[in-house]
């Protein structure tokens, strides 16, 4: 196995800990370089704990016994002085003939009653016992006989005439002292295992506990996406060593950001937890389990019959999660989409792009419908390469002016004039030649290139219709660009930057504009009304299609998308809605404009409906501004317009 960094935070609980236990007293950093806990460490502990208890279990037998032995001296001393004072009396009653007078030497030497152990003597001045009380032991306990010897001669004239000595065996003390030694012991024992072990066992477990939240999510308990990339790395090895396939899934909540809007983020939490435990009931005790951020997981399932065995595990999944969850009492549908990819063909030794691969297919999951799993194939890797090329010729092209602004007539049905264009932006690209917006602003979006990019349009096709005085400029908005800061200053800056007029500019905004954060959105909208700007409600139809929203907001403009258009002419539900949304806008006093008219049946169809404003291939493509220049001049005369006549053809 490839030494790794973050394998010195796997939790005791996880497969391997053993590994990482050692790994944690002997490496000296992890991968974010903040914890430094080695074997100096542990050494010192030792070191200072062996030191108290081996001070412990010396010194204080030791100091046991000096005292003893000190106050055992103390004592004789004492005594063998007193001896000697009652002797020297008695010498100096019969200086001739002391040493007869045993029975009075006996009873000086019994009135100090000292343990047995005490030996005294009496001797005379050539050094011979005169009287002894007391013997020695012959069987001391102890190899070393230790005694203390305290001895005091009487003088008569100076010279020495007798001499008294008390001698103390110290066995007993030694005793003791051994009985202290063992107690020392046990306290220097208790005293190491409190100095070294418990502290090292804290600060273990403390270190653990970090290690386990570095590589860990908090709230779920799962592995992260650092412990899952390890562990990724060691079973695609695994894999390579020991034949078999392992299979990544990714997958990802449906509807988990509406519960977290609704309902909290205390119940997104919960939500989250309750995902988990269901996610752990379809998988077996040796998959990989992991949290890799918001409602995003990924598990490693290893072993033979892939793919068969996860497209199993991908089903269940799927099923499992589109059960309802009770939220203290709200019902939660959430549901998830699964990318799947297999390690086959994959570099080994690239945990990040069997992941990358996998959650292109769970993008893939996504676009066909959500509650759903997918493969990767290699289709979609190609796809992905040719984005990121998109991307990188997207920002070239913004330097290099490689776009341009076309503009589509829109016609007043009641006069036949024309009376505005739609500003639509295309992109020449050097090699592949014209890209259509489909293509190309979805991953402007995504760049967040939409910013220079819609001013870029914005400052075009206002400075254009400075020269069309008469006609109402018409810009799309994405619902990217309008969420971001400081828009109203933006559209303020170039109508003053162009000398264009407030009332000529529309801006045209689709319905998922309106969907999130309505309050903010209806202030800015509000913000762009006062620079007199007119708003219009684009491709209306295709969306929510709520009527709150016309309510909430007065549009100025509804735009009914080409879906229903192109049907109208042949009656049915498509004639309905056109017909319904043409009087509810007259009845709201918002003019309607009906999108991709390509046939003069479907345009006189919308002159009997009513409906005010057309645009379409039947009355002019997005063309180049010079042609559009030519159809003012051409412009027909107001009444003269015939629905069934084709006014101007572009490519
Ligand atoms: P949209 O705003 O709904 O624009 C109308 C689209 O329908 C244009 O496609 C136009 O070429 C096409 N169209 C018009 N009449 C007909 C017709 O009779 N038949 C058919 N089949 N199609 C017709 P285009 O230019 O490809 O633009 C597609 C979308 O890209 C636009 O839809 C708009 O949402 C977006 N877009 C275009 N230019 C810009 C821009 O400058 N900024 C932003 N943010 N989006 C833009
Ligand atoms: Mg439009
Ligand atoms: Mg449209």
Same mark, same amino acid.
């Given at each position: 196995?490839?030494? +790794?960094?973050?394998? #010195?935070?796997?939790?005791? *609980?996880?497969?391997? +800990?053993?590994?990482?236990?050692?790994?944690?007293?002997?490496?000296?950093?992890?991968?974010?370089? *903040?914890?430094?806990?080695? +074997?100096?460490?542990? $050494?010192?502990?030792?070191?200072?704990?062996?030191?108290?208890?081996?001070?412990?279990?010396?010194?204080?037998?030791?100091?046991?016994?000096?005292?003893?032995?000190?106050?055992?001296?103390?004592?004789?001393?004492?005594?063998?002085?007193?001896?000697?004072?009652?002797?020297?009396?008695?010498?100096?009653?019969?200086?001739?003939?002391?040493?007869?007078?045993?029975?009075?030497?006996?009873?000086?030497?019994?009135?100090?009653?000292?343990?047995?152990?005490?030996?005294?003597?009496?001797?005379?001045?050539?050094?011979?016992?005169?009287?002894?009380?007391?013997?020695?032991?012959?069987?001391?306990?102890?190899?070393?006989?230790?005694?203390?010897?305290?001895?005091?001669?009487?003088?008569?004239?100076?010279?020495?005439?007798?001499?008294?000595?008390?001698?103390?065996?110290?066995?007993?003390?030694?005793?003791?002292?051994?009985?202290?030694?063992?107690?020392?012991?046990?306290?220097?024992?208790?005293?190491?295992?409190?100095?070294?072990?418990?502290?090292?066992?804290?600060?273990?477990?403390?270190?653990?506990?970090?290690?386990?939240?570095?590589?860990?999510?908090?709230?779920?308990?799962?592995?992260?996406?650092?412990?899952?990339?390890?562990?990724?790395?060691?079973?695609?090895?695994? +894999?390579? $060593?020991?034949?078999?396939?392992?299979?990544?899934?990714?997958?990802?909540?449906?509807?988990?950001?509406?519960?977290?809007?609704?309902?909290?983020?205390?119940?997104?939490? &919960?939500?989250?937890?309750?995902?988990?435990? $269901?996610?752990?009931?379809?998988?077996? !005790?040796?998959?990989?389990?992991?949290?890799?951020?918001?409602?995003?997981?990924?598990?490693?399932?290893?072993?033979?019959? &892939?793919? !068969?065995?996860?497209?199993?595990?991908?089903?269940?999944?799927?099923?499992?999660?589109?059960?309802?969850?009770?939220?203290?009492?709200?019902?939660?549908?959430?549901?998830? *989409?699964?990318?799947?990819?297999?390690?086959?063909?994959?570099?080994?030794?690239?945990?990040?792009?069997?992941?990358?691969?996998?959650?292109?297919?769970?993008?893939?999951?996504?676009?066909?419908?959500?509650?759903?799993?997918?493969?990767?194939?290699?289709?979609?890797?190609?796809?992905?390469?040719?984005?990121?090329?998109?991307?990188?010729?997207?920002?070239?092209?913004?330097?290099?002016?490689?776009?341009?602004?076309?503009? &589509?007539?829109?016609?007043?049905?009641?006069?036949?004039?024309?009376?505005?264009?739609?500003?639509?932006?295309?992109?020449?690209?050097?090699?592949?030649?014209?890209?259509?917006?489909?293509?190309? %602003?979805?991953?402007?979006?995504?760049?967040?290139?939409?910013?220079?990019?819609?001013?870029?349009?914005?400052?075009?096709?206002?400075?254009?219709?400075?020269?069309?005085?008469?006609?109402?400029?018409?810009?799309?908005?994405?619902?990217?660009?309008?969420?971001?800061?400081?828009?109203?200053? *933006?559209?303020?800056?170039?109508?003053?930057?162009?000398?264009?007029?407030?009332?000529?500019?529309?801006?045209?905004?689709?319905?998922?504009?309106?969907?999130?954060?309505?309050?903010?959105?209806?202030?800015?909208?509000?913000?762009?009304?006062?620079?007199?700007?007119?708003?219009?409600?684009?491709?209306?139809?295709?969306?929510?299609?709520?009527?709150?929203?016309?309510?909430?907001?007065?549009?100025?403009?509804?735009?009914?998308?080409?879906?229903?258009?192109?049907?109208?002419?042949?009656?049915?539900?498509?004639?309905?809605? #056109?017909?319904?949304?043409?009087?509810?806008?007259?009845?709201?006093?918002?003019?309607?404009?009906?999108?991709?008219?390509?046939?003069?049946?479907?345009?006189?169809?919308?002159? #009997?409906?009513?409906?005010?404003?057309? &645009?379409?291939?039947?009355?002019?493509?997005?063309?180049?501004?010079?042609? %559009?220049?030519?159809?003012?001049?051409?412009?027909? %005369?107001?009444?003269?317009?015939?629905?069934?006549?084709?006014?101007?053809?572009?490519?």
């Amino acid at each position: 196995m490839r030494a +790794s960094p973050s394998t #010195v935070f796997r939790h005791p *609980s996880a497969a391997g +800990s053993d590994a990482a236990h050692l790994a944690l007293f002997t490496s000296q950093r992890d991968p974010s370089g *903040s914890w430094v806990i080695g +074997s100096g460490l542990a $050494r010192l502990t030792t070191v200072i704990a062996t030191i108290a208890a081996l001070v412990v279990a010396t010194v204080l037998p030791l100091a046991y016994f000096h005292f003893g032995q000190q106050f055992e001296a103390g004592q004789i001393e004492a005594e063998t002085k007193q001896e000697a004072s009652l002797v020297s009396s008695l010498i100096s009653h019969n200086p001739a003939n002391w040493q007869t007078e045993i029975t009075r030497l006996l009873a000086i030497l019994n009135s100090f009653p000292g343990p047995e152990a005490y030996t005294h003597t009496i001797y005379d001045a050539k050094g011979s016992v005169v009287v002894q009380l007391g013997h020695h032991s012959k069987n001391a306990p102890w190899p070393l006989a230790l005694e203390l010897v305290e001895a005091r001669r009487i003088y008569q004239a100076d010279r020495v005439v007798a001499q008294v000595e008390i001698r103390r065996p110290l066995d007993d003390l030694l005793t003791r002292t051994a009985f202290v030694a063992a107690i020392a012991s046990l306290l220097a024992l208790l005293l190491f295992v409190a100095l070294r072990v418990m502290p090292l066992r804290a600060l273990q477990r403390a270190v653990q506990d970090a290690s386990f939240l570095a590589s860990h999510d908090a709230m779920t308990g799962l592995p992260n996406r650092t412990l899952f990339q390890d562990r990724l790395r060691q079973a695609l090895a695994q +894999s390579r $060593r020991l034949g078999g396939e392992t299979a990544v899934l990714c997958v990802d909540l449906d509807r988990f950001k509406d519960v977290n809007d609704t309902l909290g983020h205390a119940a997104g939490d &919960q939500l989250l937890r309750r995902v988990t435990g $269901r996610l752990r009931t379809c998988l077996r !005790e040796t998959d990989t389990l992991a949290r890799l951020g918001g409602d995003e997981f990924a598990i490693i399932q290893s072993g033979p019959a &892939q793919p !068969e065995a996860a497209a199993v595990v991908a089903q269940r999944i799927v099923e499992r999660l589109a059960e309802p969850f009770d939220l203290n009492g709200h019902e939660a549908i959430i549901g998830c *989409s699964v990318g799947i990819a297999l390690s086959t063909g994959m570099p080994s030794d690239n945990p990040e792009a069997v992941l990358r691969s996998a959650d292109l297919a769970l993008y893939r999951a996504k676009e066909e419908g959500r509650g759903t799993f997918c493969f990767f194939e290699e289709e979609m890797n190609i796809r992905l390469n040719a984005r990121k090329r998109l991307e990188t010729d997207l920002r070239r092209a913004l330097a290099e002016e490689q776009f341009q602004l076309h503009y &589509q007539p829109q016609i007043d049905l009641a006069s036949g004039r024309l009376v505005g264009v739609e500003a639509l932006l295309r992109w020449y690209h050097p090699e592949r030649g014209p890209i259509l917006p489909g293509d190309f %602003i979805p991953v402007a979006e995504d760049t967040g290139l939409i910013g220079p990019l819609g001013e870029w349009v914005l400052q075009t096709a206002c400075r254009q219709a400075t020269r069309w005085p008469g006609l109402k400029m018409a810009v799309n908005l994405s619902p990217v660009q309008f969420r971001m800061p400081g828009l109203e200053l *933006s559209v303020a800056r170039v109508l003053a930057e162009t000398g264009m007029l407030g009332e000529r500019l529309e801006l045209e905004i689709t319905e998922s504009v309106l969907l999130h954060d309505t309050e903010a959105t209806i202030t800015t909208l509000r913000a762009l009304k006062n620079l007199g700007v007119s708003v219009a409600m684009d491709d209306f139809g295709t969306g929510y299609s709520s009527l709150g929203y016309l309510r909430r907001f007065p549009f100025d403009k509804i735009k009914i998308d080409r879906s229903f258009v192109c049907d109208v002419a042949e009656g049915g539900d498509a004639t309905a809605i #056109v017909r319904a949304v043409v009087r509810l806008g007259r009845s709201l006093g918002i003019r309607t404009n009906a999108e991709g008219v390509e046939t003069g049946p479907q345009a006189e169809f919308l002159a #009997v409906e009513g409906c005010d404003e057309v &645009q379409g291939y039947h009355f002019g493509r997005p063309m180049m501004a010079a042609d %559009i220049e030519q159809m003012i001049r051409a412009a027909p %005369i107001a009444g003269e317009f015939n629905t069934s006549q084709r006014r101007v053809t572009q490519g």
